[in-house]
């Protein structure tokens, strides 16, 4: 099986398939009488379609070890979709460009700990995966009619370590 390094995320790593959700580096300003510090703007929310709609949701996924043997990608068409973790536990961080025959090979991520992310709309993506431990996050993304899902199996997996 080919080998899929997997490096620590970054802003500009992940700038081609979307945005890192993080307070490092990002605009902010104080609010509420200085009681409150916004961290502002760090994603854009893509909805698409008939009745499209931004939603939030709570998803407690549980952890995978690695290395891990990854065999599918998944995207939505219609939408983004960001996944802000509740705990301060990394996640794998799966993307995938696009090629004329499909997703191109993966790139594999780790967050550090508070690191969010927004994958764009109609990014290839491998599903949220914990590491350590069953873990809550909290998710946007698009809601309304019509399939937001497009899964693609690879040929030949590929080992995550
Ligand atoms: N299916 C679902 O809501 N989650 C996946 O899209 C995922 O990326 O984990
Ligand atoms: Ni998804």
């Not at 899929?4 to 890192?20: D, M, N, T, Y």
């Not at 946007?140 to 899902?149: A, E, F, K």
């Amino acid at each position: 099986m080919k080998e899929i390094e997997v490096r620590p995320l970054s802003r500009a790593a992940f700038a081609p398939f979307g945005e890192v959700i993080e307070m490092e580096g990002a605009d902010n300003f104080p609010i509420n009488a200085g009681r409150c510090i916004r961290f502002h703007d760090l994603a854009t929310i893509e909805t698409a379609g008939e009745h499209a709609r931004p939603m939030i949701s709570l998803f407690r996924a549980e952890p995978c070890r690695l290395p891990l043997t990854l065999d599918m990608v998944e995207r939505h068409p219609l939408g983004s979709q960001a996944f802000i973790p509740l705990s301060d536990r990394p996640f794998l961080v799966i993307v995938a460009g696009e090629t004329e025959n499909g997703p191109a090979e993966p790139l594999a991520f780790q967050t550090r700990p508070g690191q969010g992310i927004n994958i764009a709309r109609n990014v290839w993506h491998g599903v949220l995966t914990p590491l350590d431990a069953r873990s809550d996050f909290a998710v946007v993304d698009r809601g309304g009619d019509g399939v937001n899902l497009e899964v693609h199996v690879y040929d030949k997996p590929f080992l995550v370590r």
